[in-house]
């Protein structure tokens, strides 16, 4: 019992304490967003969902090979203040090329489908616009994170996001009544400034942000980014195809409730990529440093661990779907099927994409095209055989990625552990 109270474990204990408190925050802004919204429209909340989905997948694009590029090069410039000032200097210049490249065509597809969903172009406009500058803040915060992980702070990390989520909570409280799609975006891009701020003040005393790019770092940041890009983009098209499917048939009465009824269901399946989130913070800075020797026996554990709650995601989502659907409100008590296959997958996703940064982390991304090449491979073999127009048989659609994606996740681990996976040479 005296072991159990030791000083390294309880500041570990109070390590998952905070970080899962973070989490649980977040999920009860999300929930509570649901409720209100779904209570006043389906078409409202659809519109807020849609929103968050393209913010989504602009952030994994605009970050594409930049985060797990500074964690390679800033760590092995650690703790040379120049450096590492030099290196992040290269991380946010080629940040900005990624967004002058993504941000406008995704801008004008958002106000398309916005207006399609019954909003007003002032709405379609205001939305779109305050969802976007959130994610342009939230990748700006996931360097600094990058930067404070890097320096053994991973603690203070998440007490900052822990204070910005109070904030957003409280906020979201307080205007509960009058809350719509802008207020909702409104409340998330201020409690993001706020992170932004504190987490930057963190990072002064650890890099010189006065530092031109490292042209050797910006090199390797281009060919890690244009490497990923085409898997990054491939993959955010086939996670939110059950979302992008409606908007092409032509009926915008179904499309807005279809993506109303599924981004509520998302919404439950959320703590699984929070807590993905969480074990890559963990896991990735301290896997990419890791010497050759340590590698397999770190993979058995990670690999046993994730394949266990995956495991118990599934059986929840089996035995506890009425309850968790009391919870976004009755408009979405007959979804029980649907949302048990959502956890499902969203617990394999987690698994899958847990292993993929682990490979990035190590820059094992030799051949990663295969895995989108098999997923449309099997996508256009497999095609007819499933309705479109329901949840159930689009996310089934979009669930064929997972054969070829853990196929290709295996491969790079195999040649990463040989020493032959390297995408980018200088990178670790």
């Not at 393209?54 to 985060?67: K, M």
Request: glycine share 8%; net charge positive; aromatic share 10%.
């Amino acid at each position: 019992m005296a072991s159990l109270f030791a000083p390294h474990r309880l500041a570990l204990l109070r390590k998952v304490a905070e970080a899962g408190l973070l989490q649980v925050l977040g999920f009860a802004i999300s929930i509570l967003v649901v409720r209100i919204l779904s209570a006043d429209s389906k078409e409202s909340f659809g519109c807020y969902g849609f929103a968050l989905v393209l913010q989504g997948g602009l952030n994994l694009l605009i970050d594409a090979g930049v985060s797990i590029g500074l964690v390679s090069q800033a760590g092995k410039a650690w703790p040379d203040r120049d450096r590492v000032g030099g290196v992040f200097a290269a991380a946010i210049r080629q940040r900005n090329l990624l967004i002058l490249l993504f941000l406008p065509p995704l801008e004008v597809y958002s106000i398309w489908q916005q207006i399609a969903m019954k909003a007003t172009p002032r709405e379609a406009f205001l939305i779109t616009a305050l969802s976007f500058a959130t994610c342009l803040i939230q990748a700006q915060i996931n360097l600094h994170q990058t930067l404070l992980g890097l320096a053994g702070r991973f603690v203070q990390s998440q007490r900052l996001g822990l204070v910005a989520s109070l904030i957003r909570l409280a906020l979201t409280a307080s205007i509960l009544y009058w809350i719509d799609p802008l207020l909702a975006l409104l409340t998330s891009l201020f409690a993001s400034s706020l992170e932004l701020f504190l987490k930057s003040r963190s990072t002064r005393e650890l890099v010189n942000f006065s530092m031109p790019p490292d042209p050797e770092s910006l090199l390797g940041f281009r060919r890690l980014s244009y490497a990923l890009l085409p898997s990054t983009a491939f993959y955010i098209v086939q996670s939110n195809l059950p979302l992008i499917l409606p908007g092409f048939n032509g009926d915008n009465q179904h499309m807005a409730a279809f993506r109303a009824e599924f981004s509520a269901l998302s919404r439950l399946a959320l703590p699984i990529g929070l807590l993905g989130t969480l074990a890559m913070g963990f896991l990735v800075p301290h896997f990419a440093k890791l010497p050759p020797a340590e590698l397999k026996p770190f993979l058995k554990k990670t690999f046993g661990a994730t394949g266990a709650f995956a495991l118990c995601v599934a059986l929840a989502g089996w035995l506890l779907s009425d309850a968790l659907l009391w919870t976004i409100g009755p408009t979405y008590a007959h979804l029980g099927r649907e949302l048990s296959l959502i956890l499902l997958l969203s617990a394999v996703n987690f698994l899958l994409d847990t292993m993929y940064a682990l490979c990035q982390a190590r820059a094992w991304l030799a051949h990663v095209w295969l895995g989108s090449a098999g997923t449309l491979l099997v996508q256009v073999l497999f095609f007819r055989f499933f309705d479109l127009n329901t949840i159930i048989g689009a996310v089934c659609f979009s669930a064929l990625s997972f054969v070829p994606r853990s196929m290709v996740v295996l491969f790079l681990f195999i040649r990463g552990l040989s020493g032959k996976g390297l995408l980018v040479k200088n990178a670790v």
